[in-house]
Protein backbone atom coordinates (compact mmCIF):
# COMPACT_ATOMS: atom_id res chain seq x y z
CA UNK A 1 0.00 0.00 0.00
CA UNK A 2 0.91 3.57 -0.90
CA UNK A 3 2.35 5.79 1.78
CA UNK A 4 2.99 9.19 0.59
CA UNK A 5 6.02 11.52 2.30
CA UNK A 6 6.04 14.17 4.46
CA UNK A 7 3.97 17.11 2.95
CA UNK A 8 2.00 14.98 1.20
CA UNK A 9 -0.45 12.94 3.72
CA UNK A 10 -2.90 10.42 2.41
CA UNK A 11 -6.06 11.51 1.86
CA UNK A 12 -9.04 8.93 1.98
CA UNK A 13 -10.67 7.84 -1.20
CA UNK A 14 -14.01 6.80 -1.95
CA UNK A 15 -14.90 4.31 -4.57
CA UNK A 16 -18.44 3.95 -5.68
CA UNK A 17 -19.53 1.11 -7.49
CA UNK A 18 -22.50 0.65 -9.56
CA UNK A 19 -24.05 -2.78 -9.37
CA UNK A 20 -27.22 -4.08 -11.19
CA UNK A 21 -26.69 -8.07 -12.60
CA UNK A 22 -23.65 -7.83 -12.89
CA UNK A 23 -22.30 -10.85 -10.84
CA UNK A 24 -19.44 -12.25 -11.51
CA UNK A 25 -18.12 -9.48 -13.25
CA UNK A 26 -18.66 -7.18 -10.23
CA UNK A 27 -16.15 -9.46 -8.59
CA UNK A 28 -13.47 -8.42 -10.66
CA UNK A 29 -14.81 -4.81 -10.34
CA UNK A 30 -14.68 -5.15 -6.29
CA UNK A 31 -11.55 -6.48 -6.15
CA UNK A 32 -9.87 -4.42 -7.89
CA UNK A 33 -10.46 -1.22 -6.17
CA UNK A 34 -9.72 -3.44 -2.69
CA UNK A 35 -6.13 -4.21 -4.26
CA UNK A 36 -5.09 -0.72 -5.39
CA UNK A 37 -1.67 0.39 -5.01
CA UNK A 38 -3.07 3.18 -2.67
CA UNK A 39 -4.58 3.88 0.64
CA UNK A 40 -6.50 4.55 2.47
CA UNK A 41 -9.75 3.59 0.44
CA UNK A 42 -13.38 3.14 1.82
CA UNK A 43 -15.49 0.96 -1.39
CA UNK A 44 -19.55 0.94 -1.53
CA UNK A 45 -20.97 -0.97 -3.72
CA UNK A 46 -24.72 0.49 -4.51
CA UNK A 47 -26.97 -1.90 -6.18
CA UNK A 48 -29.98 -1.42 -7.79
CA UNK A 49 -32.10 -3.92 -7.39
CA UNK A 50 -30.30 -7.16 -8.97
CA UNK A 51 -31.85 -10.50 -9.26
CA UNK A 52 -28.27 -12.58 -9.38
CA UNK A 53 -26.08 -12.88 -6.50
CA UNK A 54 -24.96 -9.97 -6.09
CA UNK A 55 -26.34 -9.66 -2.11
CA UNK A 56 -25.52 -13.29 -1.11
CA UNK A 57 -22.17 -13.32 -2.81
CA UNK A 58 -20.80 -9.96 -1.91
CA UNK A 59 -21.88 -10.64 2.10
CA UNK A 60 -20.04 -13.97 1.97
CA UNK A 61 -16.71 -12.49 0.05
CA UNK A 62 -16.03 -9.59 1.06
CA UNK A 63 -18.07 -8.69 5.00
CA UNK A 64 -17.27 -5.18 6.29
CA UNK A 65 -14.19 -4.28 3.72
CA UNK A 66 -17.44 -2.93 1.23
CA UNK A 67 -20.52 -1.31 2.66
CA UNK A 68 -23.58 -2.50 0.44
CA UNK A 69 -26.50 -0.40 -0.15
CA UNK A 70 -29.32 -1.53 -2.29
CA UNK A 71 -32.18 0.55 -3.71
CA UNK A 72 -34.49 0.49 -6.47
CA UNK A 73 -33.32 0.79 -9.44
CA UNK A 74 -32.12 4.61 -10.03
CA UNK A 75 -29.20 3.45 -13.03
CA UNK A 76 -26.10 4.28 -12.77
CA UNK A 77 -26.72 8.04 -12.28
CA UNK A 78 -28.95 6.92 -9.33
CA UNK A 79 -26.59 4.62 -7.73
CA UNK A 80 -23.66 7.33 -8.30
CA UNK A 81 -25.79 9.66 -6.08
CA UNK A 82 -26.80 7.46 -3.45
CA UNK A 83 -23.23 6.18 -3.20
CA UNK A 84 -21.96 9.91 -2.84
CA UNK A 85 -23.85 10.87 -0.22
CA UNK A 86 -22.29 8.45 2.76
CA UNK A 87 -18.69 8.54 0.98
CA UNK A 88 -16.38 10.72 3.48
CA UNK A 89 -13.32 10.96 0.77
CA UNK A 90 -11.63 14.06 -0.33
CA UNK A 91 -11.37 12.20 -3.58
CA UNK A 92 -14.05 9.90 -5.50
CA UNK A 93 -13.48 7.22 -8.18
CA UNK A 94 -17.35 6.36 -9.82
CA UNK A 95 -17.23 2.37 -11.46
CA UNK A 96 -19.39 0.53 -13.47
CA UNK A 97 -19.95 -3.02 -12.09
CA UNK A 98 -18.38 -4.89 -15.13
CA UNK A 99 -15.63 -2.73 -15.30
CA UNK A 100 -12.10 -2.86 -13.92
CA UNK A 101 -9.43 -0.46 -12.27
CA UNK A 102 -5.77 -0.80 -13.27
CA UNK A 103 -3.94 -1.48 -10.04
CA UNK A 104 -1.84 1.75 -9.50
CA UNK A 105 -5.05 3.59 -11.05
CA UNK A 106 -5.84 5.80 -7.44
CA UNK A 107 -1.98 6.06 -6.58
CA UNK A 108 -0.89 7.41 -9.94
CA UNK A 109 -4.13 9.70 -10.16
CA UNK A 110 -3.77 11.20 -6.20
CA UNK A 111 -0.28 11.99 -7.32
CA UNK A 112 -0.99 13.85 -9.93
CA UNK A 113 -3.42 16.08 -7.71
CA UNK A 114 -1.07 16.50 -5.45
CA UNK A 115 1.59 17.51 -8.05
CA UNK A 116 -1.47 20.06 -9.54
CA UNK A 117 -3.24 21.18 -6.51
CA UNK A 118 -5.00 23.29 -8.96
CA UNK A 119 -7.36 21.01 -10.29
CA UNK A 120 -10.53 19.76 -9.56
CA UNK A 121 -10.56 16.51 -12.20
CA UNK A 122 -8.05 14.03 -13.34
CA UNK A 123 -8.55 11.96 -16.21
CA UNK A 124 -6.79 9.44 -18.36
CA UNK A 125 -6.76 6.55 -20.76
CA UNK A 126 -9.15 3.59 -20.67
CA UNK A 127 -8.81 0.14 -22.46
CA UNK A 128 -11.78 -1.16 -23.69
CA UNK A 129 -12.19 -4.92 -23.98
CA UNK A 130 -14.89 -7.76 -24.37
CA UNK A 131 -15.63 -11.04 -23.10
CA UNK A 132 -18.22 -12.23 -25.78
CA UNK A 133 -16.71 -14.09 -28.96
CA UNK A 134 -16.89 -12.22 -32.35
CA UNK A 135 -14.66 -9.61 -34.06
CA UNK A 136 -14.22 -5.90 -31.93
CA UNK A 137 -16.22 -3.34 -33.67
CA UNK A 138 -14.67 -0.82 -31.38
CA UNK A 139 -11.33 1.42 -30.85
CA UNK A 140 -9.86 3.01 -27.64
CA UNK A 141 -9.88 6.73 -27.78
CA UNK A 142 -6.95 8.14 -26.55
CA UNK A 143 -6.87 11.21 -23.93
CA UNK A 144 -5.00 14.09 -24.35
CA UNK A 145 -4.85 17.43 -22.12
CA UNK A 146 -6.93 20.05 -23.50
CA UNK A 147 -6.03 23.72 -23.71
CA UNK A 148 -10.18 24.01 -23.85
CA UNK A 149 -12.16 21.50 -22.10
CA UNK A 150 -15.79 22.80 -22.92
CA UNK A 151 -14.64 23.45 -26.85
CA UNK A 152 -13.39 19.52 -26.66
CA UNK A 153 -16.44 18.81 -25.52
CA UNK A 154 -18.73 19.78 -27.59
CA UNK A 155 -16.67 19.91 -31.06
CA UNK A 156 -16.95 16.17 -32.86
CA UNK A 157 -13.91 16.00 -33.95
CA UNK A 158 -12.72 15.52 -29.94
CA UNK A 159 -14.47 13.05 -29.56
CA UNK A 160 -15.72 14.18 -26.13
CA UNK A 161 -12.11 14.06 -24.94
CA UNK A 162 -11.62 10.98 -24.37
CA UNK A 163 -13.17 11.18 -20.98
CA UNK A 164 -14.84 8.52 -19.49
CA UNK A 165 -16.12 7.70 -16.04
CA UNK A 166 -14.20 5.35 -15.31
CA UNK A 167 -10.51 6.58 -16.04
CA UNK A 168 -11.37 9.99 -14.07
CA UNK A 169 -10.40 11.07 -10.41
CA UNK A 170 -12.69 13.37 -8.89
CA UNK A 171 -11.74 16.11 -6.06
CA UNK A 172 -14.95 15.95 -3.92
CA UNK A 173 -15.55 19.84 -4.08
CA UNK A 174 -16.40 18.89 -8.04
CA UNK A 175 -19.63 17.31 -6.97
CA UNK A 176 -20.57 19.70 -4.13
CA UNK A 177 -19.93 22.73 -6.84
CA UNK A 178 -21.62 20.63 -10.12
CA UNK A 179 -24.02 18.94 -8.23
CA UNK A 180 -26.20 15.35 -8.73
CA UNK A 181 -26.24 13.51 -11.37
CA UNK A 182 -28.65 13.35 -13.27
CA UNK A 183 -30.87 11.00 -13.32
CA UNK A 184 -33.30 11.80 -15.85
CA UNK A 185 -30.93 11.26 -18.88
CA UNK A 186 -29.69 8.27 -20.46
CA UNK A 187 -26.56 9.71 -21.26
CA UNK A 188 -25.40 11.35 -17.83
CA UNK A 189 -21.96 10.99 -17.91
CA UNK A 190 -21.60 13.20 -20.68
CA UNK A 191 -23.99 15.87 -19.51
CA UNK A 192 -21.85 15.69 -16.15
CA UNK A 193 -18.36 16.72 -18.13
CA UNK A 194 -20.29 19.38 -19.52
CA UNK A 195 -21.39 21.01 -16.16
CA UNK A 196 -17.96 20.62 -14.78
CA UNK A 197 -16.60 22.59 -17.26
CA UNK A 198 -19.54 24.79 -17.48
CA UNK A 199 -18.92 25.30 -14.17
CA UNK A 200 -14.94 26.55 -14.44
CA UNK A 201 -13.71 22.90 -13.15
CA UNK A 202 -10.02 22.28 -13.90
CA UNK A 203 -9.14 19.42 -15.86
CA UNK A 204 -5.67 17.61 -16.42
CA UNK A 205 -4.66 14.47 -17.99
CA UNK A 206 -2.65 11.73 -16.35
CA UNK A 207 -0.83 9.92 -19.02
CA UNK A 208 0.44 6.88 -18.76
CA UNK A 209 -0.47 3.51 -19.36
CA UNK A 210 -4.34 2.31 -18.78
CA UNK A 211 -6.14 3.55 -15.93
CA UNK A 212 -9.05 1.07 -16.15
CA UNK A 213 -10.68 -1.37 -18.26
CA UNK A 214 -13.94 -0.91 -19.38
CA UNK A 215 -16.06 -4.00 -20.87
CA UNK A 216 -18.30 -3.83 -23.83
CA UNK A 217 -21.33 -6.00 -24.58
CA UNK A 218 -24.29 -6.36 -26.13
CA UNK A 219 -26.52 -5.31 -23.21
CA UNK A 220 -25.17 -2.20 -22.16
CA UNK A 221 -26.61 1.25 -22.62
CA UNK A 222 -23.96 2.30 -25.34
CA UNK A 223 -25.21 -0.76 -27.29
CA UNK A 224 -28.73 0.89 -27.92
CA UNK A 225 -26.92 3.44 -30.89
CA UNK A 226 -31.42 4.90 -31.39
CA UNK A 227 -31.38 5.33 -27.48
CA UNK A 228 -28.10 6.86 -27.36
CA UNK A 229 -28.47 9.35 -29.90
CA UNK A 230 -31.99 10.40 -28.09
CA UNK A 231 -30.12 10.57 -24.84
CA UNK A 232 -27.20 12.72 -26.38
CA UNK A 233 -29.96 15.13 -27.98
CA UNK A 234 -31.39 15.11 -24.74
CA UNK A 235 -27.62 16.07 -22.97
CA UNK A 236 -27.42 19.12 -26.15
CA UNK A 237 -30.80 20.21 -25.35
CA UNK A 238 -29.79 20.91 -21.67
CA UNK A 239 -27.05 22.29 -22.23
CA UNK A 240 -28.51 25.52 -24.43
CA UNK A 241 -30.05 26.15 -21.59
CA UNK A 242 -27.33 27.36 -19.80
CA UNK A 243 -24.23 27.65 -22.00
CA UNK A 244 -24.81 31.31 -23.41
CA UNK A 245 -21.28 32.64 -23.86
CA UNK A 246 -19.96 32.33 -27.42
CA UNK A 247 -18.88 30.91 -29.73
CA UNK A 248 -19.47 27.46 -27.42
CA UNK A 249 -23.01 28.28 -27.80
CA UNK A 250 -23.32 28.20 -31.80
CA UNK A 251 -20.77 25.46 -31.44
CA UNK A 252 -23.57 23.63 -29.32
CA UNK A 253 -26.58 24.69 -31.13
CA UNK A 254 -24.54 23.26 -34.31
CA UNK A 255 -23.68 19.84 -32.98
CA UNK A 256 -27.18 19.16 -31.39
CA UNK A 257 -28.44 20.54 -34.94
CA UNK A 258 -26.27 17.75 -36.77
CA UNK A 259 -27.38 15.07 -33.96
CA UNK A 260 -31.54 15.73 -34.70
CA UNK A 261 -30.77 15.44 -39.27
CA UNK A 262 -28.61 12.15 -38.42
CA UNK A 263 -31.61 10.89 -36.02
CA UNK A 264 -33.95 12.21 -38.38
CA UNK A 265 -32.88 9.98 -41.58
CA UNK A 266 -31.34 7.17 -40.33
CA UNK A 267 -34.19 4.74 -41.56
CA UNK A 268 -35.71 2.68 -38.80
CA UNK A 269 -34.71 4.96 -35.55
CA UNK A 270 -38.22 6.33 -35.66
CA UNK A 271 -41.50 6.81 -37.55
CA UNK A 272 -42.08 8.74 -40.57
CA UNK A 273 -43.98 11.59 -37.81
CA UNK A 274 -41.42 11.47 -35.54
CA UNK A 275 -38.82 12.00 -38.45
CA UNK A 276 -39.89 14.83 -39.45
CA UNK A 277 -41.24 16.51 -36.02
CA UNK A 278 -37.00 15.54 -35.32
CA UNK A 279 -35.91 17.46 -38.65
CA UNK A 280 -38.10 20.53 -38.16
CA UNK A 281 -35.88 20.59 -34.83
CA UNK A 282 -32.84 20.34 -36.24
CA UNK A 283 -33.93 23.22 -38.63
CA UNK A 284 -34.62 25.64 -35.83
CA UNK A 285 -31.71 24.72 -33.36
CA UNK A 286 -29.35 26.09 -36.31
CA UNK A 287 -30.39 27.19 -39.15
CA UNK A 288 -27.15 28.45 -40.32
CA UNK A 289 -26.02 24.37 -40.25
CA UNK A 290 -29.34 23.04 -41.38
CA UNK A 291 -29.88 25.10 -44.83
CA UNK A 292 -33.37 25.51 -46.42
CA UNK A 293 -31.63 22.72 -49.30
CA UNK A 294 -30.87 20.57 -46.69
CA UNK A 295 -33.68 20.25 -44.76
CA UNK A 296 -35.73 19.80 -48.18
CA UNK A 297 -33.24 16.64 -48.65
CA UNK A 298 -33.57 15.22 -45.93
CA UNK A 299 -37.56 15.78 -46.11
CA UNK A 300 -37.15 13.77 -49.38
CA UNK A 301 -35.28 10.78 -47.49
CA UNK A 302 -37.77 10.37 -45.11
CA UNK A 303 -40.67 10.67 -47.33
CA UNK A 304 -40.01 10.04 -50.89
CA UNK A 305 -40.19 5.75 -52.12
CA UNK A 306 -36.37 5.10 -51.77
CA UNK A 307 -35.06 7.67 -49.82
CA UNK A 308 -33.98 5.48 -47.10
CA UNK A 309 -31.63 3.98 -50.24
CA UNK A 310 -30.23 7.37 -50.76
CA UNK A 311 -29.20 7.28 -47.46
CA UNK A 312 -27.53 3.47 -47.10
CA UNK A 313 -26.41 3.17 -50.78
CA UNK A 314 -22.44 2.99 -51.06
CA UNK A 315 -22.95 3.24 -54.72
CA UNK A 316 -24.37 7.57 -54.31
CA UNK A 317 -21.58 8.10 -52.30
CA UNK A 318 -20.25 10.42 -54.92
CA UNK A 319 -23.23 12.16 -55.04
CA UNK A 320 -24.40 12.61 -51.79
CA UNK A 321 -20.41 14.45 -51.46
CA UNK A 322 -21.43 16.63 -54.02
CA UNK A 323 -24.94 17.29 -52.17
CA UNK A 324 -23.27 17.72 -48.95
CA UNK A 325 -21.35 20.40 -49.98
CA UNK A 326 -24.05 22.04 -51.82
CA UNK A 327 -25.71 22.64 -48.19
CA UNK A 328 -22.95 23.45 -46.75
CA UNK A 329 -22.52 20.86 -44.25
CA UNK A 330 -18.75 21.01 -43.03
CA UNK A 331 -18.20 24.91 -43.41
CA UNK A 332 -17.21 26.83 -40.35
CA UNK A 333 -19.89 29.97 -39.42
CA UNK A 334 -16.74 31.68 -39.18
CA UNK A 335 -12.86 32.23 -39.04
CA UNK A 336 -12.60 31.76 -35.33
CA UNK A 337 -10.35 29.41 -33.99
CA UNK A 338 -13.61 27.45 -32.92
CA UNK A 339 -14.38 25.86 -35.87
CA UNK A 340 -17.60 22.63 -36.02
CA UNK A 341 -16.36 19.75 -38.22
CA UNK A 342 -19.26 17.60 -39.34
CA UNK A 343 -20.58 14.83 -37.77
CA UNK A 344 -21.76 13.77 -41.42
CA UNK A 345 -25.92 12.90 -41.54
CA UNK A 346 -24.70 10.54 -44.66
CA UNK A 347 -21.95 8.88 -43.13
CA UNK A 348 -19.62 10.48 -45.86
Known amino acids: MMNRGAGQPSALVSIVICAYNNWPDLEMAIDSALHQSYSPLEIIVVDNSSIDATSIEIARRYGDRVRFICQPNRDCAGAYNTGFKV ?95 D ?72 RLADYQFVMAITPGWMPRSEALATLGRARTTSPGRISLLAYALGYAAITVPGGAFMVRSRALRGVRRFVARLVRFGVPRSKSRFRSAPLHPWRL
Open 87 to 181: TSGEFLQFVDGDDVLAPNKITEQVDYFFDNPELDIVYGDVRNFQTAAGVTGWADVPTQQEEDMLEALIIPEKLGAGINTLGTLFRRRVVEKVGAW
Open 183 to 254: ESLYCEDTDYWLRAAHAGCRFGRCAGSPLGFKRLWEGQKTANVPATARGLEAVWVKALGYITKEPYRSLLAD
